[in-house]
């Protein structure tokens, strides 16, 4: 690969990129808001469309979840893009983006605007409408200057990572398993620093029903949700581990309807954060425990749900070499990359969890997102786009020790397994 003719091309781009990723950002594609995902989807199926491979326009699954008052709704999400260029090569990679953004049609936030000292700001330039034009720019660059026939790739592009991807993940993790090594396209912090390991992340709603009553004539025949439910919440709370860095964070409530009524509905929800797939396994069995003996000894009924949609990200041996070389080709652009591990989680967790190797913040440098301030860095564009295009010509060159270090690591398992 001519290295200096496709990095000039890359930086050839970066006004048309910056003029680009300005429409998208005006695009309002908040998660849950079909139309504006559908027409960014369209600008990034025409990019994809311009190479040789075959798209596939799949829809989301729909998922069940429960609301505030304890009922169950079905969500539905938009379609997802499936692109996949030479799929018999030996060597497969497997990008990954998210079109939705956080901010919903009616949120003030719907505008990008450059500013000063080489930044825009604007919904969706990080996090992650940049990324995915980095991942595309680099693509056609591998394309235009390397192509070589031992890479073969396939670019998903889901409609709901913002959610917990809830109708997008069963696709993915399929997807992982015949791949060598994914990319993600999540903003790195605004110095560099890329993404390591990831907490898992799981919503749960926990409802209590009781029985209602006039809280003046027959207080005795109520059965009261929301006390119940407040010490239940105490409970859960108690869960946290700060050393183990498991957190139980109660997020909502909602119960009752007047105050002279005992309320019979109480709701919570709340998100948990763990490092270790042991220590998911073991919150788990204590929620369990906690609800059936909440349904054993307390006067009100409680039921439990959700659970964990994104498990903890953990660094195997191939993934650690994937961003070893990652961090050589940093070296290449003069750049020293870092990776440090990091509470929030991403389609990187679920990817890892399938057993792919991934780098899951290979997107621009930027901050404050989920922000109405989210912004980005303009030379960042181009910058990793450049970083991206030298780590597929590394795996269309290497990308068989990642398969080998896999192998090992599942031989090493099955080994202790029949210990
Ligand atoms: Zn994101």
């Avoid at 998922?63 to 497969?92: C, F, H, K, W």
């Avoid at 696709?171 to 390591?196: F, W």
């Avoid at 181009?382 to 090992?408: H, I, M, N, V, Y």
Wanted: charged letters at 20%; one cysteine or more; hydrophobic letters at 40%.
């Amino acid at each position: 690969m001519d290295l200096q003719e496709s990095f000039r091309w890359i930086e050839s781009e970066r006004e048309s990129l910056l003029a680009r990723l300005c429409e998208l950002s005006a695009i309002n594609s908040g998660s849950g808001n079909l139309p504006g995902i559908a027409r960014v989807s369209e600008v990034f199926a025409a990019d994809l469309n311009s190479h040789s491979g075959h798209l596939e326009v799949v829809p989301s699954a729909t998922a069940q979840r429960a609301n505030l008052n304890g009922e169950l709704v079905t969500e539905s999400y938009g379609d997802m893009l499936d692109y996949r260029m030479r799929p018999a090569a030996p060597i497969q990679v497997l990008l990954v983006g998210h079109m939705d953004t956080v901010f919903p049609a009616d949120h003030h936030f719907q505008l990008p605007e450059v500013q000063d000292g080489g930044v825009l700001k604007g919904p969706g330039v990080a996090d992650m409408k940049g990324g995915i034009l980095a991942m595309l720019t680099a693509l056609q660059a591998y394309e235009a200057f390397a192509g070589s026939g031992q890479l073969g790739w396939r670019v998903i592009l889901n409609a709901d990572e913002e959610t917990g991807s809830h109708g997008s993940a069963d696709h993915l993790v399929k997807a992982a398993g015949s791949a060598h090594a994914g990319m993600i396209y999540e903003p790195g912090l605004t110095d560099g620093t890329l993404s390591r390991a990831r907490k898992g992340s799981a919503n749960f709603t926990l409802v209590a029903k009781g029985e209602s009553a006039h809280a003046g004539r027959e207080f005795h025949k109520g059965r009261n949700a929301i006390v119940a439910l407040a010490s239940a919440i105490d409970r859960l709370a108690a869960f946290t581990d700060s050393e183990k860095g498991l957190m139980v964070n109660v997020g909502r409530i909602q119960g009752g309807t007047a105050l002279n009524v005992v309320p019979d509905n109480a709701v919570c929800q709340f998100n948990v954060r763990c490092w270790r797939r042991e220590d998911q396994e073991g919150f788990l069995r204590q929620l369990q425990e906690l609800v059936q003996d909440l349904n054993a000894h307390s006067d009100c009924r409680f039921s439990l749900h959700g659970g964990f949609s994104r498990p903890p990200k953990t660094i195997s041996p191939a993934n650690q070499l994937f961003m070893d070389w990652a961090v050589d080709c940093g070296r290449q652009l003069s750049e020293e990359l870092r990776f440090a591990d990091t509470g929030g989680c991403c389609d990187g967790n679920n990817l890892a969890a399938a057993g792919l190797p991934n780098i899951d913040t290979l997107g621009v440098q930027g901050g404050y997102i989920h922000t109405d301030q989210e912004f980005m860095l303009i030379d960042s564009l181009t910058q990793r786009a450049k970083l991206s295009l030298l780590l597929l010509d590394r795996l269309s060159r290497q990308g068989d020790e990642l398969l080998a270090l896999r192998e090992q690591q599942s031989r090493a398992e099955e080994g202790l397994a029949t210990c």
